[in-house]
T-cell receptor, first 112, second 114 residues
Framework: GDSVTQMEGPVTLSEEAFLTINCTYT??????LFWYVQYPGEGLQLLLK?????DKGSNKGFEATYRKETTSFHLEKGSVQVSDSAVYFC???????????FGKGTKLSVIP | NAGVMQNPRHLVRRRGQEARLRCSPV?????VYWYRQLPEEGLKFMVY????????ESGMPKERFSAEFPKEGPSILRIQQVVRGDSAAYFC????????????FGDGTRLSIL
């Protein structure tokens, strides 16, 4: 079946550092791609999404570009804040599907 | 506008007991999904329901687990005769249609089995 692989954490960065969390997927065709964020003790919140090749999703300073040629959807942020500390999940959903397939999550800790 | 509401937030059960997890979707959403998150793992799809219908339960264990979404009231995920391996966070999501984008998630129910 389809799978999503994201870089293992935990990732610890200093405030204002650059963030990259890698994500690749195996689904064929043109799945929709998502990044969700989970703050401690809470559910998942949609951070950003992209639905077709070369689309760039962006929100709250985070960006990710849908790269069909490398089947990737890497998450980036130019300057992280302590409040960005959370677990980040990459996910994909096939066209016409209702099942999201998630990566294992990457825990990010940002220190002052 | 209320989001997806799940209760209880935390549930402790002894082995052999029953666990009932409730989910009220976003108002106006008629499509509900349950996912399970084991420690250090991503979420895994369990079941997809519409009002009064189970559409896909392929991710749900065939024994001891059941789900419903009645015409009135919340969706219920029921686990009978719980075992230690059922300890996990169970998340409910809802959407306006049967698709992946976007699904709105609740805060989850963290089930602990003693």
């Amino acid at each position: 079946g389809d799978s999503v692989t994201q870089m293992e954490g935990p990732v610890t960065l200093s405030e204002e550092a650059f963030l990259t969390i890698n994500c690749t997927y195996t689904a064929t065709g043109y799945p929709s791609l998502f990044w969700y964020v989970q703050y401690p003790g809470e559910g998942l919140q949609l951070l950003l999404k992209a639905t077709k090749a070369d689309d760039k999703g962006s929100n709250k300073g985070f960006e990710a570009t849908y790269r069909k040629e490398t089947t990737s959807f890497h998450l980036e942020k130019g300057s992280v804040q302590v409040s960005d500390s959370a677990v980040y999940f990459c996910a994909e959903g096939g066209a016409g599907s209702y099942q999201l397939t998630f990566g294992k999550g990457t825990k990010l800790s940002v220190i002052p | 506008n209320a989001g997806v509401m799940q209760n209880p937030r935390h549930l402790v059960r002894r082995r052999g007991q029953e666990a009932r997890l409730r989910c009220s979707p976003v108002k106006g959403h008629s499509h509900v999904y349950w996912y399970r998150q084991l420690p250090e793992e991503g979420l895994k799809f369990m079941v997809y329901l519409q009002k009064e219908n189970i559409i896909d339960e392929s991710g749900m264990p065939k024994e001891r687990f059941s789900a419903e979404f009645p015409k009135e009231g919340p969706s219920i995920l029921r686990i009978q005769q719980v075992v230690r391996g059922d300890s996990a966070a169970y998340f409910c999501a809802s959407s306006t249609d049967g698709s992946v984008g976007p699904q709105h998630f609740g805060d989850g129910t963290r089930l602990s089995i003693l």
